[in-house]
């Protein structure tokens, strides 16, 4: 059985990206725009990994983050956040709030795909 990922990102064309590159690596990715109702498609899901944005309608990404670090079904779950501000802050906010990885936009398709490798394999 492939991997499944769920995707929160709200750009489209990264969104697009990220889920051409993971399908061509055999995995299933659900995408979803909009953090609104993140946590319980992903609860729904449960995936093998999480990626969030970090600037997100409805929900921020630290805001899912912090719901599913809270809870015992998806505490462990791993989680790759990405944002298009790298500041420092951002990161140390992610780091408290439990982030498995941080990434800053724009990356590389290889550093993406071998973030994903490194989390599914740990």
Do not use: C, H, Y
Request: net charge negative.
């Amino acid at each position: 059985m492939s991997k499944l990922v769920v995707l929160v990102e709200d750009e489209v064309n990264i969104a697009e990206a990220i889920r051409f590159l993971l399908s061509q690596e055999g995995w299933r990715v659900e995408t979803l725009a909009n953090g609104s109702g993140a946590v319980e498609v992903i609860r729904k899901a449960s995936p093998d990994l999480v990626m969030l944005d970090v600037m997100l309608p409805g929900k921020s990404g630290f805001e899912i983050l912090d719901e599913l670090r809270g809870d015992p079904e998806t505490g462990a779950l791993p989680v790759l956040m990405l944002t298009a501000r790298g500041q420092s802050r951002d990161r140390a906010m992610a780091e408290k709030a439990g982030v498995s990885r941080f990434m800053t936009k724009p990356f590389s398709n290889a550093e993406m795909l071998d973030a994903v490798r490194d989390l599914i394999a740990s």
